[in-house]
Each structure stands twice: as structure tokens, then as C-alpha cells.
């Protein structure tokens, strides 16, 4: 519920509104509620559906399997199966003899699957250590072959370099080489000149 009041200034009129409130409700007023409607779902008429079509198996085993768990239209739960053989340790009738045999026949039988799948197993270990030394066999040649190329690289620098010492800067070192001896022998004659006036 709201109220408002109206405050007059001038010739303006400005209605202010109030915060709204909400009235306190009976305790029981959520049953009540909950009573009106189950009253009113009761009057409405009742409206049957379609009827659900027969379930259909694709196969033998599905329809097995649903008879085992639905019972009279109701769900069953199974029975907790054991699948690990029955223990006899000195069979003496027939049955358990029986028994016995195909605890023996289904150990066999489950090391044999068990052989084939390490077999497998190995087979395939194989097949990726093969892929593998192939890989690096593959990366060696290409190593191999990047090494030998700048190997052949470095000899060529080399040697050109060594022709150019040979044809350009030899004679420019042999003729350095000859202006210093003589240099040498003017300095040692000199020498010997001033020496010599000296001693006279």
C-alpha cells in the first residue's frame, strides 16, 4: 500500500511519494494458500495421456537383460554377482570336480588373452622404438650433412684467404722485408762512420 501527500509552493504542486509498506501476514497464511490450490487441482478434471508405446529390443540380449531388471513394472536391482572362481581344494564328487575343470579352463583361458595382449604389447613397444632409432637416424644424416657443409665453408674462407696472402701481400711483405734490410745496413755503415771519427 502507498500513501502520498502533496506540498503546495506557489502555484506548483509536487506530489511526494511515500515508501511503499507491506502488511503483516498470518503465520498460516502459506498453508492456506497451498490448501486453495490442492482444492483447485482436485476440481480440475482428470486428463489421461497418451499410452506409451511397447518398448522394443534390438536384440535378444536387451530384452533378457530388461526382464531381469524390471519386474511386475518395477525396477529391480541385481544381485551382486562374484566373478572370481570358487575355491575347492581337494575336490571329491563330481560336481566339484566339475567345477574345478572350468575354474582351470577359465585360468587358461585368461592367461592366454593375457600373453596376447603383452604380445600385443609389445609388438607396438617395438614398433615405436623402431619409428624412433629412425628419427634419429634421420636427424644424425641431417647433422651429418649441416657439419660437412660448413665444414667445406670454413676450408674455402681459408684457403682464399691463404691465396690472397699469397698473391697480393707477399710481394708487398717481401719488398717491406728487403727495404728493411737495407734500412738496416745504411744504419750499421753510419755507424760504423761515426765511429770511426771518432776514434781518429
Aim: charged share 30%.
Amino acid at each position: 500500500m502507498i500513501e502520498g501527500s502533496i506540498v503546495k509552493e506557489g502555484s506548483n504542486t509536487i506530489i511526494l511519494d511515500s515508501l511503499p509498506y507491506v502488511d503483516s501476514t498470518h503465520e498460516d497464511y502459506e498453508d492456506y494458500a497451498l490448501a486453495l490450490i490442492e482444492e483447485e487441482m482436485k476440481l480440475l478434471p482428470t486428463q489421461l495421456g497418451d499410452r506409451v508405446a511397447p518398448v522394443r529390443f534390438r536384440s535378444v540380449l536387451m530384452r533378457q537383460e530388461y526382464n531381469s531388471l524390471i519386474v511386475e513394472n518395477e525396477f529391480r536391482a541385481r544381485q551382486a554377482l562374484s566373478f572370481q572362481p570358487e575355491k575347492i581344494a581337494r575336490p571329491g564328487t563330481d560336481e566339484e570336480w566339475i567345477v574345478g575343470l572350468k575354474n582351470i579352463k577359465s585360468r587358461h583361458e585368461s592367461e592366454r588373452i593375457r600373453g596376447m595382449i603383452l604380445e600385443a604389447s609389445k609388438e607396438e613397444a617395438v614398433s615405436i622404438w623402431k619409428a624412433y632409432n629412425t628419427g634419429l637416424q634421420c636427424h644424425k644424416v641431417f647433422w651429418e650433412s649441416a657439419f660437412q657443409k660448413e665444414k667445406e665453408t670454413v676450408e674455402e674462407i681459408n684457403y682464399q684467404r691463404q691465396q690472397t696472402q699469397q698473391h697480393q701481400l707477399g710481394p708487398q711483405l717481401g719488398s717491406l722485408e728487403a727495404d728493411y734490410q737495407q734500412a738496416l745496413y745504411r744504419r750499421n755503415q753510419l755507424a760504423y762512420a761515426i765511429e770511426a771519427q771518432r776514434r781518429s
